[in-house]
């Protein structure tokens, strides 16, 4: 049968890659689960596709996933049978899509849901883009009736109402892509303390990124290269288990710094003793040659309540780097408790720590402290609201909070726990963990590089022009996290490269395989979803904590404002516009409602309370 082509509307730039990931999930979910597939497919309209091959697929498998048992043959042949012999697009494209969903196995699968909301918006844009067109020029004509302008008004009011509100929702962590003995030890303890696998997961990982340390890096391409570093933030409220869960989850390490403490004091006791016998020796005339024993330093790998001048020491002496343990991040985002309001400078060292660079402490009484690579690992938790009152503005503006991988899982009803991790599961841990400790650094003491296999190097370069795109086209905090997502793809990898070598797959080559790098592109993308939802939860919050000191302030006025009585009266609506703005959101949410004022003005020049 024929078909009319379509033009490509005016934003369909931003568009095509959503889609074709889109469609690559949908063909994944053709024969993994019809179900989940034709529950995207009923999110969407074909209409809604910028692409006319794209569009004319989506009815093909939206046909297919009601027969039996639904293979991507079936999806050719409507395909070839809706088109007749202008079906090349379609078949070039169900090829791409299909080599699409082998190499991305899972990935566009999880997050087809997603893609389909994407393109609901984009059609529902455009719809309110055509009606505001038409309203234009309804409006531009002398000739228009009231009648006509309304009805164009009313139109552009329809399609606005019509949009879909974007909710991001939450995706379960991906317990499947760590490798053992890890994705079994996180599956247990998170039955075994009946609370969800993320907040024992990024503890987890970031206490073995911490351990593998200063030993490793890996390098994308020539120049090109990741330190094993992670950052994360667990967002729960009190009571949600993250504490015991994050106590599970960094175990290990702790039990390898009382092991450091315990050597450490055995090794005080006997310098003691030596420095007794060359004090004994020096006084009678007998001293030794070499001078006094030399005082013996404790090996750390794990702090908790500490300052960048106090830090800097200790890596000084620990060049394999550190894990930070917060069990209340907030008082770590707290920089100027220390700094006397001078905590800028701070955030700034934190910063530099994230990438391994250079730390440089200048102090009073032991003059200045270099260190050449700060490998600094974070592991923390935090409630939702402490979390937006802590952060602010500040700390997104200067890329800190970017830099986390931040999670906030679903609320569970409290249970007793029942049971523990398994023996098995808990000593191919502790086996894990031993074999890290070991690991050597190059022989000059750097961190030895680690390629990708070829089949793993193209992974990663097709992800990395995807999310190019996806990075362009997003703004703001959101466009600065995923530029930092990037290279959780690649410190993830490289994680789950380690943690493989030294536990489930001891055989595997120094270069990380393409099943490694599949785990980080996996884990950074579920990664960077939940910091958007996750943001998103936070802006909305502090709104909401806006407006409903806004509310309390106008009550306290009477009951009624003006754009100009909000600026006026309070400070952090004095930006042009901010205080119409605030006013009107109050309106939208049903709290306060427009109205012309007594003495006279342009109609709806204020609010009163409802």
């Known amino acids: 049968m024929s078909r009319s ?33 034709l529950g995207a497919v009923q999110l969407v309209d074909a209409e809604a596709f910028t692409i006319d091959a794209g569009a ?135 039955v075994a303390l009946t609370t969800d696998p993320t907040l024992v997961a ?85 001293g030794d040659a070499d001078g006094p024993p030399e005082e013996p330093v404790a090996e750390r790998v794990l702090v908790d309540d500490i300052t960048i001048e106090a830090l800097a020491p200790i890596l000084a002496r620990n060049p394999n780097g550190v894990l930070v343990s917060r069990d209340e991040l907030a008082g770590w985002f707290d920089f100027d408790r220390y700094s006397g309001g001078r905590g800028g400078a701070e955030v700034a060292r934190w910063l530099s720590c994230y990438d391994g660079e250079p730390l440089t402490v200048d102090r009073k009484l032991t003059g200045t402290l270099y260190v050449p690579e700060a490998f600094v690992s974070i592991a923390g938790g935090i409630q939702p609201a402490v979390l937006a009152r802590a952060v ?49 650094p190059a022989a000059d003491g750097s961190p030895r590089i680690v390629d990708l296999e070829h089949d793993a190097a193209a992974a990663f370069k097709a992800f990395y022009r995807e999310h190019a795109v996806e990075q362009f086209n997003a703004g703001g905090a959101v466009a600065a996290m995923l530029a930092k997502a990037e290279a959780w793809a690649a410190r993830l990898a490289l994680v789950c490269h380690i943690i493989a070598q030294a536990g489930s797959d001891p055989t595997r080559g120094d270069r990380v395989a393409l099943e490694s790098m599949q785990a980080g592109i996996g884990l950074a993308r579920w990664a960077a979803w939940e910091w958007r939802r996750v943001f998103d939860g936070m802006q909305r919050g502090t709104l909401e904590e806006d407006d409903a000191a806004l509310r309390r302030w106008i009550a306290a006025q009477g009951g009624t404002a003006t754009p100009r009585d909000v600026a006026r009266g309070l400070a952090k609506y004095r930006a042009p516009g901010a205080a119409e703005a605030a006013l009107a959101r109050l309106a939208r949410g049903g709290a306060a409602r427009w109205e012309a004022q007594p003495t006279g003005g342009r109609p709806a020049d204020a609010v009163r309370l409802r």
């Open 56 to 190: 004319e697929l989506f009815v093909a498998i939206a046909q297919a996933v009601a027969l039996e048992a639904p293979t991507l043959a079936d999806v050719l042949r409507i395909a070839r049978e809706r088109a007749g012999d202008e079906a090349d697009g379609e078949r070039d494209l169900l090829a791409d899509l299909s080599a699409a969903s082998v190499r991305n196995r899972g990935g566009y699968a999880r997050a087809v849901d997603r893609h389909a909301q994407e393109i609901v918006k984009a059609a529902g844009k455009r719809r309110m883009i055509a009606a505001a067109s038409v309203a234009a020029a309804v409006a531009a004509d002398p000739g228009a009736t009231a009648e006509e302008i309304g009805a164009a008004a009313r139109g552009v009011a329809d399609a606005s109402a019509g949009m879909p509100t974007e909710q991001l929702e939450w995706e379960p962590f991906p317990v499947e892509l760590l490798p053992d003995p890890v994705q079994s030890f996180v599956a247990e303890a998170a």
């Open 5 to 37: 082509r379509r033009r490509p509307p005016a934003d369909s730039t931003r568009r095509p890659e959503a889609e074709k990931a889109f469609l690559a999930g949908l063909l994944e979910l053709l024969t993994d689960d019809p179900g989940r597939c």
């Open 392 to 440: 602010g503005s500040r700390h997104v503006d200067n890329g800190l909070l970017q830099r986390f991988i931040l999670a906030a899982p679903p609320k569970r009803m409290k249970e007793i726990p029942t049971g523990d991790v398994g023996f098995a599961t808990m000593q191919a841990m502790r086996d894990m963990f031993a074999t890290l400790e070991v690991i050597r």
């Open 202 to 286: 990024l503890p987890l990982l970031a206490s073995i990124a911490a351990t593998i340390g200063n030993r490793r890096r890996i390098e994308l391409w020539p120049g090109y290269q990741q330190p094993a570093i992670l950052w994360m933030a667990t967002v729960a409220e009190s009571g949600s288990m993250k504490t015991p869960a994050a106590k599970k989850a960094l175990a290990f390490i702790r039990e390898r710094q009382r092991a450091a403490f315990t050597a450490h004091r055995a090794a005080v006791a006997e310098w003691e003793r030596e420095q007794r016998e060359y004090e004994k020796a020096r006084r009678s005339g007998k």
